[in-house]
């Protein structure tokens, strides 16, 4: 069964520390995986685009890799900050379907 | 700017009313798409469509039902027959399906009284 699962649920953080969020993934016949933010009560915001061809993707703080042999993405956040606060989720697919994580609810605090 | 338009933003329905949740999109996007969200479970597909005039049903389309007249627009009805319709909405869109980045619309929240 595919199954995309993402540890931990929450995360609470002093602002400036350097974080890493996980997703795992239990085949590895992907097509691509994305990275999204949600805010509160809004819709989903893509960050980052990893093509199964490709090892890691990068857009200003954020750095999410992709190792599809041990099913594993990571969500790299540098020198985080209070407004980096919301849900991070991550998107599997497949030719046949797109299979999201539930979330790291991540929290920075001052 | 482009993107996706999703309206009402908050809907209220007494049980047994249909109601239709809109979704505009000026991206030029063939693929669209509408997932349910609900608190601690991940988004699940009820429908999605991959050209004008075709959808398929998603993994969650009993109780809801879906038009793809034109290219812009995909709304979605949510039927009397949906048990537990209340729910925060998503519609999404991408080029074509397959092709990677999904763009998502600001999301409809419908409570059923």
């Known amino acids: 069964k595919q199954e995309v699962t993402q540890i931990p649920a929450a995360l609470s953080v002093p602002e400036g520390e350097n974080l890493v969020l996980n997703c795992s993934f239990t085949?590895?016949?992907?097509?691509?995986l994305q990275w999204f933010r949600q805010d509160p009560g809004k819709g989903l915001t893509s960050l980052l685009l990893?093509?199964?061809?490709?090892r890691e993707q990068t857009s200003g703080r954020l750095n999410a890799s992709l190792d599809k042999s041990s099913g594993r993405s990571t969500l790299y956040i540098a020198a985080s900050q209070p407004g980096d606060s919301a849900t991070y989720l991550c998107?599997?697919?497949?030719?046949?379907?797109?299979?999201f994580g539930t979330g790291t609810r991540l929290q920075v605090f001052p | 700017d482009g993107g996706i338009t999703q309206s009402p933003k908050y809907l209220f329905r007494k049980e047994g009313q249909n109601v239709t949740l809109s979704c505009e999109q000026n991206?030029?996007?063939?693929?669209m798409y509408w997932y349910r969200q609900d608190p601690g479970q991940g988004l699940r597909l009820i429908y999605y469509?991959?050209?004008?005039?075709?959808?398929q049903k998603g993994d969650i389309a009993e109780g809801y039902s879906v038009s793809r007249e034109k290219k812009e627009s995909f709304p979605l009805t949510v039927t009397s027959a949906q048990k537990n319709p209340t729910a925060f909405y998503l519609c999404?869109?991408?080029?074509?399906?397959?092709?990677?980045?999904?763009?998502f619309g600001e999301g409809s929240r419908l409570t059923v009284l």
């Open positions: 990893i093509q199964s061809s490709q």
């Open positions: 085949d590895s016949a992907i097509y691509n």
């Open positions: 991206l030029n996007h063939d693929a």
């Open positions: 469509s991959q050209i004008v005039n075709d959808f």
């Open positions: 999404a869109s991408s080029l074509t399906t397959n092709t990677g980045e999904l763009f």
């Open positions: 998107a599997v697919e497949y030719t046949d379907k797109l299979i």
